[in-house]
């Protein structure tokens, strides 16, 4: 696949870098100068020159021709314009964009970015995984359905403690599709299976139901 | 009407005055405080300190009642992004921005954007001055 980055810094370098190592074609597109000359002197002549929302930039390097382009600098509002540019001066069938705040998401997603990539929600995601007292957590966001699969950890004072799953009263639109309890192998549960202390839960919800399935497990 | 201006540069401030003047409500938003100093002494709307991109202070700068929006920022892409969260998020019926560079003016304003490019406009005043 050609693939346009835009952004050399820290994360356009590795991600250019990956998608090199798996044998694809990729260009560079980076604002600062030493900032190119370190990644060509690096990874070979890959980085040009030049501002990646610039219609003139984008037409030197081929866009037309590319079947993807990921715009990666800190700023949101440039990711976005490259992304629209892409789409509609180029036809890149698939843009994606780095987000720096998550409330942009709506944005984007209206304007037809055809996928986002908040930084800061997946590092948030991560600290709340490895935060013990944090009950519930965001395990992967189904976005074309808008569900997501989030984890909770069953903690002794959690209310379902000991009783069945068909005794809680779960939202609508929620499952529980997996129990890992702590000292046996996950299953999957059943309307009679019995939560315990301990157990973890991977559960499928419609965000907006994630806090009534976190207080149907753990009380309020 | 209630307009929100994005930008408190020379554009910015000077149309904040001149629409103040004619009795609208104005609200001004900067990242910086102390291009408020532009404004004309006798300015009665609201200048408020906050990122035209953040959509908290788009909100705090009154733009879910707003009649219009304006993106006066020396960033083309700060003002093609405000512009299009105030027009697609918050619905304001007129949103204006200035676009400096030509080729993404005119892609923006396919997309259905009003825009104004000061580039092209000055341009071609100062080469009517020059071949008159």
Do not use: W
């Not at chain 2, 929100?4 to 149309?15: D, E, N, Q, S, T």
Request: charged share 25%.
């Amino acid at each position: 696949m050609y693939i346009v980055v835009i952004g050399g810094g820290r994360l356009g370098y590795y991600l250019a870098k990956a998608l090199l190592d798996e044998d694809h074609e990729v260009v560079i597109v980076e604002k600062n100068a030493d900032f190119c000359k370190i990644i060509n002197d690096e990874l070979g002549g890959v980085c040009i020159f030049g501002d990646g929302c610039e219609t003139t930039t984008l037409a030197e390097i081929g866009t037309g021709r590319a079947d993807m382009l990921i715009a990666v600098t800190g700023d949101d509002e440039d990711n976005l314009v490259a992304c629209q540019v892409a789409k509609h001066k180029f036809s890149v069938p698939r843009t994606i964009a780095r987000m720096r705040n998550p409330q942009n998401e709506a944005i984007f997603k209206k304007l037809g970015i055809d996928v986002t990539v908040s930084s800061t929600n997946v590092i948030l995601e991560h600290i709340q995984q490895e935060v013990p007292t944090h009950s519930l957590t965001h395990l992967l966001t189904i976005r074309d359905r808008g569900l997501e699969i989030v984890e909770i950890k069953i903690t002794p004072e959690a209310i379902a403690v000991g009783k069945r799953v068909r005794e809680l009263s779960l939202p609508e639109g929620s499952r529980l599709t997996l129990v890992i309890p702590e000292k046996q192998k996950p299953r999957v549960p059943t309307s009679d299976t019995v939560l315990q202390d301990g157990d973890r839960v991977i559960a499928v919800t419609p965000p907006d139901a994630e806090e009534a399935l976190r207080t149907a497990l753990m009380g309020s | 009407m209630k307009v929100v201006i994005m930008g408190c540069g020379r554009v910015g401030a000077r149309l904040a005055g001149l629409l103040d003047s004619d009795g609208h409500s104005v609200t001004i938003l900067d990242t910086d405080a102390t291009s408020f100093r532009r404004l004309p002494s006798t300015f009665q709307g609201t200048a408020l300190v906050g990122n035209g991109l953040d959509q908290e202070a788009l909100k705090r700068a009154g733009v879910e009642e707003a009649d219009a929006f304006v993106a006066v920022t020396q960033g083309d892409n700060r003002n093609v992004m405000a512009a299009q969260i105030a027009k697609h998020i918050f619905e304001v019926p007129k949103v204006v921005c200035r676009i400096y560079d030509p080729l993404r003016q005119e892609l923006y304003s396919t997309l259905g954007l009003e825009t104004l490019g000061p580039t092209t406009i000055f341009a071609q005043m100062l080469r009517e001055k020059l071949e008159s």
